[in-house]
């Protein structure tokens, strides 16, 4: 990032040797530019991003003036050769020194010294206008392509954990409380879901993004001169010419849409870190969580922090800033081009970059973490987490779902259930594998009781005040065979858990073979 001279981070660099000599321009005028705002209107860095997709732009043009009769063979011929020469030189390449304005009038100062005159004809029929705005979403097309390809093989790394860990029982959670038991992987898989539907929504947008070309929609309003759009649309890789001129030179739609995909990632990337570091974190110590993606403490030496996740929920903020960011820069614009909009191209690029690495990051991480199964096993006595279950199967019995609820809500209430495989003390002689807080305190449990539930009969008493109570047995819920008798589709049941991860899986592949 450029510095100032006192080092602050995102000042234009006043002592830029290019903006301290004349500034090389497309338009002409007397006067020349004020220092200050001549560094705020130079784009070439901010441009330079753009080089891979301006260099197929100008082939493009070249293409399509020499269709028109603009361009002899010859100098078409000399324009490739140039654009060659510059592709081979300057693809990968930093940025270089030049008084130019913008990356478009750098490239047009090149060809005109390569080829002479063809150079200085093949702005004809189009102008900066349309010129970025179709760059721009030639970058998004790509950049969208890129990052569902990327999704997909997180999508895929989740399903298949989501299979391996689909018979480790483990707690799920309401209202960061334990609620009813699911498992490890109908967890993992919880997220393969969300990565495998914006994977989709990316496809979709890159489609709808390429059935339109801005170029040739000229400065706001087209061009007298008949250049065929449409040999402008098929070299780059669109489906057909845009419809009206103003929209194409007025908005940045594409680059908003693009910026939203990757925040709503964000989103789901800020979750999965948030879960991860409360399941490393006592007195869960759910996951053995990698230590290469771990860092210490400078003064406490027991300390192993979930560095990479915090870092990854910090750092996934950058991106729903960046659509807000670009969202705030077109609120209120007029019809027509704004150099407002000159400032989206950062805020693109550097939300790109960082979506990117996001995935990297996070598919390195699940590579790496596991488990602890003797703690999820321990964490599935803590609370009432069958309770649910309970429920159901006195409505299986018969019992009216309102009664049954009352009645296993009453049991809780009152402590007077077991949990599984807890109907009498652990045989190491302690009390419970977890000592904690009933939510229900005043309620008929005190404080540090750990919690129990049995099975209820589906015979019921009546209490003195006529109200229907059950009795227990001895049968008792195994964690294991409790989430196998889960019924329903997108259910935690691990048979249900392998079925939709083997569905994503093979989506995948078949997406994978077709494209």
Known sequence: MPTDSSGWPGSRPSDDPHRRRGMSTLWKQDTPLHPTFAQVNTSLRDDWFLLPFELRLQRASAKALTAASVLSADESASLRGALEALEQQ????????????????????????????????????????????TLLRMFVIDAGERFGAKLGELVALLAR???????????MMTHTQFAAPGSAGFWALRYAVALDRLAASAAFQVSQWRQRCPLGAGAVAGSSIAIDRAILARELGFEQPSLNALYDTSTRDECVEWLALAAQTALHFQSFAADLILFSQSPLRWTRYPPAFATGSSMMPNKLNPDAMELLRGEAAALPAAHHHALLLLKG?????????????????????????????????VEGMDFDASRLAASMNVGDIFATLRMEQLVRDGVPLREAHHAVATQVRNGTGQSPGNSSQPSDG????????????????????SFHLNHFSPSPNLSPKGERSFETSSKQFDPLAAIQSYQTIGSAAPAETRRVAEEMLRRRSADSASG
Not at 437 to 447: A, D, L
């Open 90 to 133: 300057f693809l990968g390449a930093p940025c270089p020194d030049s008084p130019a304005e913008d990356l478009h009038t750098w490239i047009e100062a090149k060809l005109t010294e390569a080829a002479g005159e063809a150079g200085r004809k093949i702005h004809t029929a189009r102008s900066r206008n349309d010129q970025v705005a």
């Open 161 to 171: 954990r989501a299979k391996e860990w689909a018979d480790l029982p483990m707690p």
């Open 333 to 365: 614009l007029p019809s027509g081009y704004n150099r407002d909009l000159q400032c989206i191209k950062p805020i693109v690029r550097d939300a790109t970059g960082k979506a990117f690495f996001l995935c990297e990051l996070l598919h390195a991480f």
């Open 430 to 449: 302690s009390t419970s594998c977890f000592k904690t807080p009933s939510p229900f305190q005043g309620e008929g449990r005190g404080e540090g009781e």
